[in-house]
């Protein structure tokens, strides 16, 4: 999961330690079933058979990639997990890493070809579906072609086990995967768990704190991870139509019932680029946007 | 590159509640948070046992806190008070608290007719009274259900006390609905400076209620209280003097019933809004019991958290009281019962008040109240007790409190 993972709760000590158990093992499967770093997850295997033959899928893959193309369809197609492929382009063109290190002073633009060649491997609409005696299976038609689920592994993780906390009985309790977060409930006094928002151009400050009572709150922002370009800060999320990083929006943070539902809406935002804010205003209901020059759009 | 903040762009400004938008059937975030429900997720609705007191808090909480009330030229009191509570596991929660009162300042002793109209007299002598008190409390839960016990003592030169009560508590339907029950008894001495003589009097108290959630942000509670007791209720120091023409005037000392029965309604409703933070509560109460005395209480309150988690709550009361039936402010015979304390009056009463919260760290807490009362005869509809004098009142309590 590459993240650190923290969980906060209001209760004895023999309850949270049960509690932390079942988080580490939930995201230990979460992570061994969908990761594409591990040669034996589905998300592995699917990629692996790119170009070959069509994967049968699970239940639960299938209900996560029928969310992500709700994702691609409700973005207008920027939100798309088959442009996993820009990222390697991208990187090999200088690695993507916070705007502080000192490896990240200049990367190059990668060459026309090369650019024209991975664009080719991208576009969710290209997959084919099957659906034959009630399973569901995917099939990647090109040799090179891939489905990373990025971030929304890592939110589904996050909501799979706040429900399980929730069924042990604990509801003040706080999950936070690197970022996102999820609360199972409020504090026992009714009071909210109190969320400081990372200030995208100032390292250590905050840009607000946001009261959460219980439900998803994950931010996608340029400020962490990102390339810069001839002095020019663009994000680590890629437009699949034009191969290039988006840029616009420093950052956008969600609140929804669920830490899917809040991240993907966060990450669509971004990949709006200047017209994220607008995008949030019809989208969700609890939000605060940052734009590069300091203008603001919330619903608090 | 300046960093203000321009106005904020809202395109929806005909849908600033954020459940429209939520709820939209076209807006995006509705069509992802259907898509969602295909997954094995679950959202929860708020239990009805997250809006009662603060039960399964790990570690403990100490609080230490001055309170000082102050009536209008008459009684002060200050009371520096230290409380705990701890919870060793989940299920079991153990508190308690000691305090200790100064009472100083002039009681009214007399109430004399003699200047034509009634009028309040104080005695001369001024009253300093200590009053030391502590109450220790536990409970311990299985499953959804939780028994409590409590014990507490109060003692003054002429005055001790010792009670005691249990509770009972179930959480049903999904945790939505909590019904509880309590009993309690109290054992009374009264003393009066310089007599040996000591008083008894012993009282019971039943309670039963239910809370009952009614929406994820709503939820209402009801409890019914009946009590009875026996014993000497007088107040030693009081008497009334009416005067009727020229010669001695007619005594009559502070005397009540030997027995009460008294009955108590709280009903109350609390509505959050997410919006702008803040819940609402609306209280109403009803008190009758047989010596006569009618009262009704509404009480408006909305407690709005802050981003920093500080907290803070306006609450306003308004109370009328219909007087006991042997309450008067002259006696033209001396009787069995008769009593000129003006607590047993007819009047109304309005309470201002405000309590706010401050934390300081993430363990460390300040807590003010503030409260204004007032009370005037005429305020009560249908009118008060005639020449009833005003009472106005104020009240300040200051804490800190520890979590560790």
């Known amino acids: 999961m590459s993240c650190r993972i923290e969980l906060q709760a209001v209760s004895s000590a023999p309850v949270f330690a049960k509690a932390a158990a079942t988080v580490e093992a939930e995201t230990r499967r979460i992570e061994a079933h969908f990761s594409r770093y591990r040669p034996d997850s589905m998300v592995s295997r699917i990629n692996q ?48 890493a916070a705007p502080l290190a000192a ?125 810069l370009i001839d002095g020019v800060r663009y994000s680590h999320l890629f437009d699949p139509r034009s191969g290039y990083p988006v840029r616009g929006l420093a950052s956008a943070t969600v609140l929804a019932d669920t830490c899917l539902v809040a991240g993907a809406l966060a990450s669509i935002a971004l990949l709006h680029g200047a017209a994220g804010g607008d995008f949030l205003a019809s989208a969700a209901s609890r939000y605060l946007a940052v734009d590069d020059a300091g203008r603001q759009w919330q619903r608090r | 590159m300046g960093w203000e903040v321009a106005a904020v762009a809202a395109i929806d400004s005909l849908c600033r509640s954020a459940g429209a938008i939520a709820r939209n059937p076209t807006s995006v975030g509705f069509l992802l948070a259907s898509a969602a429900l295909a ?28 309170l000082r009330y102050q009536e209008n030229g008459r009684m002060r009191a200050d009371a520096p008070l230290l409380w705990f509570n701890v919870s060793p596991d989940e299920s079991l929660q153990i508190g308690g608290s000691v305090d200790l009162d100064t009472l100083s300042g002039a009681s009214v002793q007399y109430v004399s ?92 108290d039943v309670l039963l209620g239910v809370t009952q959630l009614l929406t994820a942000r709503s939820l209402v509670q009801s409890n019914l209280a009946y009590g009875w007791g026996s014993g000497d209720y007088n107040d030693p120091y009081k008497s009334t003097l009416s005067f009727f023409g020229p010669g001695a005037p007619v005594v009559q000392p502070d005397r009540r019933p030997e027995a009460r029965h008294h009955l108590a309604w709280l009903s109350r409703y609390r509505h959050f809004l997410p919006q702008i933070n803040t819940a609402l509560g609306l209280d109403y109460r009803y008190y009758r019991d047989d010596w006569g005395v009618r009262a009704h209480t509404v009480e408006l309150s909305a407690a709005h958290t802050l981003e ?49 919260e401050w934390p300081l760290t993430a363990q460390s807490r300040v807590d003010l109240s503030l409260a204004s009362y007032r009370q005037r005869a005429a305020w009560r509809p249908g009118g008060g ?3 009833l004098p005003r009472l106005d009142a104020g009240y300040l309590m200051l804490g800190y409190v520890w979590r560790f």
């Not at chain 1, 893959?61 to 997990?81: K, P, Q």
């Not at chain 1, 569901?136 to 592994?153: H, R």
């Not at chain 2, 200047?115 to 536990?138: D, F, I, K, W, Y």
Request: aromatic residues 8%; proline residues 5%.
């Open chain 2, 385 to 387: 007790t005639p020449d």
């Open chain 2, 39 to 66: 997954l094995p997720l679950s959202s929860t609705p708020v239990q009805a046992g997250d809006f009662s007191s603060p039960a399964g808090v790990d570690a403990a909480e100490v609080g230490v806190a001055y």
């Open chain 2, 113 to 204: 007719n003699r200047s034509g109209t009634p009028v309040h007299a104080l005695s001369g002598a001024s009253v300093n009274e200590r009053r030391t008190g502590s109450e220790v409390h536990a409970s311990k839960a299985w499953g959804e259900q939780r028994v409590g016990v409590s014990v507490a003592q109060s003692r003054e030169t002429d005055y001790r006390s010792q009670s005691a009560a249990i509770d009972y508590r179930i959480e049903t339907n999904a945790r939505n609905t909590t019904y509880s029950v309590g009993l309690g008894h109290s054992s009374d001495e009264i003393g009066k400076h310089g007599s040996p003589i000591w008083r008894a009097r012993h009282s019971q």
């Open chain 2, 308 to 356: 920093n988690g500080a907290r803070w709550v306006p609450l306003l009361r308004y109370y009328t009281q219909h007087a006991a039936d042997f309450y008067a402010q002259s006696f033209a015979v001396r009787s069995a019962t008769g009593s000129s304390d003006t607590r047993l009056a007819a009047f109304g009463a309005l309470t201002l008040g405000l309590r706010f």
């Open chain 1, 103 to 227: 490896s990240a002073t200049r990367h190059r633009l990668p060459d026309a070809a090369a650019l024209a060649r991975v664009c080719a491997l991208i576009g969710w609409e290209k997959l084919v579906w099957q659906r034959a005696h009630g399973e569901t299976s995917i099939f990647l038609p090109q040799p090179g072609m891939e489905i990373d689920l990025g971030g929304l592994g890592k939110e589904y993780a996050a909501d799979r086990a706040a429900t399980l906390l929730r069924q042990q009985g604990l509801s003040a309790a706080l999950l936070n995967f690197g970022g996102d977060l999820h609360a199972c409930g409020p504090w026992p006094d009714g009071s909210p768990w109190q969320v400081g928002i990372a200030h995208p151009r100032q390292p250590g400050a905050l840009l607000a704190t946001l009261p959460l009572f219980q439900g998803g709150l994950a931010s996608s922002g340029d400020y962490a991870r990102c390339l």
């Open chain 1, 49 to 96: 058979a790119a170009g070959k033959q069509a994967v049968v899928l699970d239940a639960e893959t299938a209900a996560l990639l029928d969310f992500a193309d709700h994702c691609y369809r409700a973005s207008g197609g920027v939100f798309d997990i088959t442009s996993g492929a820009l990222r390697q382009l991208w990187a090999q063109a200088g690695s993507l």
